[in-house]
């Protein structure tokens, strides 16, 4: 049944999101915001990065930008959403009004869904500071770096496949959809800024896991090297 004055611009038109106010700064200002912080934020990191440790490769630094970038999110701005998820229908503060704005695509995050919430909490005291901790390792050339940056990319694939499949199944078969039809909010919101999160990670991923076999190829070769001696 449609509601012809829904009290809010999420979907589905009845999720019970309690106390909505529009977001009041614009769009392009809440995005170029965003985009010019996060900008300043990573480019003073690679900078720190390249004089502090020269030794680094251009690869490494760029890695050590992504897990940085991956952590700071996780731990400011999903935790922000952690903190705040019970009022974030009227928030007015700029993580609310870009959270308010995101949740156009899933307003589980309107509603304080449990399987959001829950993954959420996970990756914001578990894999974000794991994260911080693997673009450390980088830096300092830590040998833990593959082993812990296999396990954090593990957990992102696991994470953000599950969020795509609960609000899948929701969508094809108990025909509830979260996102709004327009086509903007489901490829741009939805999609694209999550799968970065599989992309990337799988990328990283094989890294680990090829640099962890080669580290015990090499091991088994100097082993049977001994025997022979």
């Known amino acids: 049944m449609m509601l012809e004055n829904p009290l809010h611009p999420y979907y589905p038109i009845d999720a019970p999101i309690n106390g909505y106010t529009a977001n009041e700064t614009p769009l392009l200002e809440l995005l170029t915001l965003a985009s010019i912080g996060s900008t300043v934020l990573l480019g003073t990191v690679f900078a720190l990065a390249r004089y502090l440790q020269p030794s680094l490769t251009k690869a490494d630094r760029i890695a050590i930008l992504w897990f940085f970038f991956s952590g700071i999110t996780h731990c400011l701005f999903e935790g922000y959403f952690i903190i705040n998820h019970k009022s974030m229908a009227s928030a007015q503060d700029f993580f609310g009004q870009l959270w308010k704005e995101y949740a156009l695509s899933d307003s589980r995050y309107m509603t ?3 399987m ?3 993954m ?3 990756t914001v005291l578990v894999w974000g500071p ?3 901790t693997v673009a450390y390792s980088i830096f300092c050339e830590s040998s833990l770096r593959y082993p812990l940056q296999l396990l954090v990319c593990l957990s992102h694939l696991y994470g953000d496949s599950l969020y795509y499949a609960t609000s899948l199944y929701d969508h094809y078969v108990h025909e509830r959809s979260s996102c709004r039809p327009e086509p903007f909010y489901f490829w741009v919101y939805y999609f ?3 799968f970065i999160w599989i992309v990337v990670p799988l990328y ?3 890294q680990s896991a090829g640099s962890i076999k080669g580290a015990f190829d090499r091991l088994k070769a100097i082993d ?3 025997k022979f001696q």
């Open 116 to 118: 959001v919430l829950c």
């Open 224 to 226: 049977s090297g001994r």
């Open 204 to 206: 990283y991923l094989l």
């Open 112 to 114: 304080a869904d449990t």
């Open 192 to 194: 694209f800024m999550n």
């Open 130 to 132: 794991l994260c911080l």
């Open 120 to 122: 959420e909490t996970m």
